[in-house]
């Protein structure tokens, strides 16, 4: 445990001569964390509590986490997002305390999901800045200590003293805490936001909120888990075969179109979330400028059009949804989403995809010039317009790569066959 903790001290020591926002979500997670400490630390003295009592004290953690991840929903322009991802996209491992019997293997997804981010700060600042090497490093390094001691000491899930007294409310975690001394000479946390904030901060719920509704359940969780059918080859194939795929572990894939839906101009940018329907329901955005950018977030089945040149568009954590565009200034961006279709009407440079399982592009004469950019994605398919006779032509994207070394380097190249 020492090794954990002692880890953790270092990414927060990285964080605040970082500064800014970073050192303001530090604060954030410490609180977290220590929280999290304190559930453990309880199990170590008392048995086993009523599923309510259990309930009661896994919520403090579980709030919690929800407000790291309310913050970087906040600061989602922020240069340093890629910094605030990969602490949000992994900071519910901490709520291993809630899963039984295999939290070890729970926490190795929350490391995969967090070196997605922390590998583009690690491209970004390799030859630029070695402090947010070290940072990103840090955190992984944390989140590996964490894994380790859970395997070793809570292999099945939280042990609590079976030996200890009898659990008492006043000792449940769930009660706030006095606020705990600063870490590493960091100043203490901002007070509170007023009422109106927090209220602001529901409406714009985090996609994490299913997740965080299953930890705050205890040990009800495991109540939902299906017997699985030793047929079933797919479910039996090992995690080291599984996450050779493009798609990653994801614990947003909890359902989450609960949350309540959006479509508004907010400042410099369009958000569109949370919506689903049960056919294409389509959504125009029109009366666009060029210095404004379009955030599409936890959609289903929904049509989407961007009318006039907007600067960027991204599009997040969505399924089985058509975008049309016109015209692009930089970049539009497909990340952890699932059956998308998209066809841009006039200029594009850059369309990234990461994450992203089944996607085809539709690509016009004006469109051609556009440079694509994917990662850990499959069933990538680009059609493009034969003008001739109107029709489009499928062209797969290589999903194989091949390594040679070639003297003094190695050299990736693409497999012919897709």
């Known amino acids: 445990m020492d090794q954990v903790k002692d880890s953790f001290e ?166 706030a805490p006095p606020p705990p001394p600063p870490m590493s000479g960091m100043p203490p946390p901002p007070p509170p936001p007023p009422a109106s904030t927090a209220m602001q901060v529901d409406g714009d719920a985090n996609a994490r909120a299913a997740l965080l509704r299953e930890l705050n359940q205890g040990t009800d969780i495991t109540k939902n888990l299906k017997k699985v059918n030793k047929d079933d080859r797919s479910l039996l194939t090992p995690m080291s075969e599984r996450s050779s795929r493009s798609k990653s572990p994801d614990p947003r894939s909890t359902p989450a179109m609960n949350r309540v839906p959006k479509f508004e101009l907010e400042g410099r940018k369009w958000a569109l979330e949370y919506h689903t329907g049960n056919t294409q329901e389509q959504f125009t955005i029109q009366s666009t400028e060029m210095s404004q950018s379009v955030n599409i977030y936890r959609c289903e089945r929904i049509m989407v059009i961007v009318q006039g040149k907007v600067n960027s568009i991204t599009v997040d954590s969505c399924k089985k949804l058509s975008l049309v565009f016109d015209d692009i200034v930089s970049v539009v961006e497909f990340i952890n989403c699932q059956s998308i279709q998209a066809q841009p009407m006039s200029k594009v440079p850059t369309i990234t995809i990461d994450k992203t399982d089944g996607f085809q592009l539709f690509l016009r004469k004006e469109s051609l010039d556009v440079e694509l950019i994917s990662a850990k994605s499959a069933e990538i398919n680009i059609c493009v317009i034969d003008e001739k006779t109107g029709d489009y032509k499928e062209h797969a994207i290589p999903e194989q790569l091949k390594t040679t070394w070639k003297g003094n380097q190695f050299k990736t190249e693409a497999m012919d066959k897709a």
């Open 10 to 175: 270092v990414f927060l020591q990285k964080s605040q001569q970082i500064g800014d926002v970073v050192q303001e979500m530090a604060h954030l997670v410490r609180d977290a964390v220590q929280s999290h400490w304190q559930v453990v630390d309880l199990a170590s003295k008392v048995k086993k509590p009523s599923q309510e009592d259990l309930n009661n004290i896994l919520k403090s953690t579980g709030s919690l986490i929800s407000k790291v991840e309310e913050f970087k929903q906040n600061n989602r322009a922020h240069t340093l997002f890629n910094h605030l991802a990969s602490v949000s996209e992994s900071i519910p491992a901490l709520g291993w305390v809630a899963v039984s019997p295999t939290p070890a293997p729970y926490v190795k997804e929350m490391i995969d999901a967090a070196q997605f981010y922390t590998n583009k700060v690690l491209v970004a600042y390799k030859d630029k800045n070695k402090l947010h090497v070290e940072w990103a490093q840090s955190w992984l390094e944390f989140l590996k200590n964490l894994h380790t001691y859970i395997r070793q000491v809570h292999t099945t899930g939280l042990v609590w003293n079976a030996k200890g007294d009898d659990f008492k409310p006043n000792q449940s975690t769930s009660a």
